[in-house]
């Protein structure tokens, strides 16, 4: 039975997430733990966040229509290595030790936020000074392949690492970067969250309070994230990858 304030806990965190994931990632942070306080059993609230975080990614992407609009041919190719991604990571779910990986979830964080941080940089040593406007190379479709397995795998920080990996694929405008992460992030949540229902591990009662509260939270945090200067949004993206890398780092010391 739930209470008032277990429905008030985890609205509003789930709201938070679905800002935090439409304009840097890491939104699970918020709603991951919510759930477990709440008393759903683990693998059932990892299961009802995917759920419940997938229509922000879409009311997130829909708020950056216009940025999406000049990347049609560039969006099919990279969705369907979401997909591709996104269904091999559930397989490598079913067949690995949640405590194997999530050793190994702070040192990820770490290298995505140092790459974001830096890949502006990066991007000009590797491609030259005279870049030409990104598209979809081998090594651009490899990376968000690589991206989307640890999304469908556990989604954490998710975010982060396709932030990065976007940028090192030449993309350097923020807004559009986050508008292309939204929406492959919702490809992703999509092969999961089809996982999820068919398996019956979904908390309904949870999970239909959050993804009205995330819808909400996604569509104003990109909203918002679009009147924000671009180096402070950068500043922040930033913050949040090493915030969750020092929280990720505690919990497994």
């Known amino acids: 039975m739930m209470g008032v304030w277990q429905v008030l806990l985890v609205g509003m965190a789930a709201f938070c997430a679905g800002a935090m994931n439409s304009v840097a990632g ?8 919510a759930l477990l306080a709440v008393g759903v059993p683990p693998v059932t609230a990892n299961a009802s966040n995917s759920v419940a975080l997938w229509p922000a ?10 940025e999406l609009a000049r990347y049609k041919k560039y969006l099919v190719p990279m969705g369907v ?4 991604g996104g269904v091999g990571g559930g397989l490598l779910l079913l067949s690995t ?8 979830i702070p040192w990820l964080l770490l ?21 030409q406007k990104p598209g ?13 397995v640890y999304g469908g795998f556990f989604g954490a920080g998710m ?9 090192m694929a030449g993309h350097d405008d923020v807004h559009e970067i986050n508008a292309i992460k939204n929406l492959l992030s919702a490809i992703i949540y999509s092969v999961t969250v089809c996982t999820f229902v068919v398996a019956g591990a979904v908390d309904w009662p949870y999970t239909v309070i959050m993804l009205a509260t995330a819808t909400l939270g996604g569509y104003w ?8 200067p671009a180096l402070w949004l950068r500043r922040f993206i930033i913050t949040v990858g090493f915030g969750l890398t020092l929280f990720y780092f505690y919990k497994t010391a």
């Open 26 to 33: 890491g939104g699970t942070f918020f709603s991951f733990p």
């Open 81 to 84: 290595a979401s997909f591709i």
């Open 57 to 66: 990614s879409l009311s997130g992407a829909w708020a950056y229509r216009k």
């Open 159 to 167: 975010g982060i690492l396709m932030l990065a990996s976007l940028a």
């Open 221 to 228: 945090g990109a909203s918002v994230a679009r009147k924000i």
């Open 111 to 131: 290298f995505a936020t140092v790459l974001f941080a830096f890949s502006g940089k990066i991007s000009v040593w590797l491609r030259g000074r005279n870049a």
């Open 136 to 148: 979809t190379s081998m090594s651009s479709l490899a990376g968000q392949v690589v991206v989307s």
């Open 97 to 104: 030790k949640d405590a194997t990986f999530s050793r190994l």
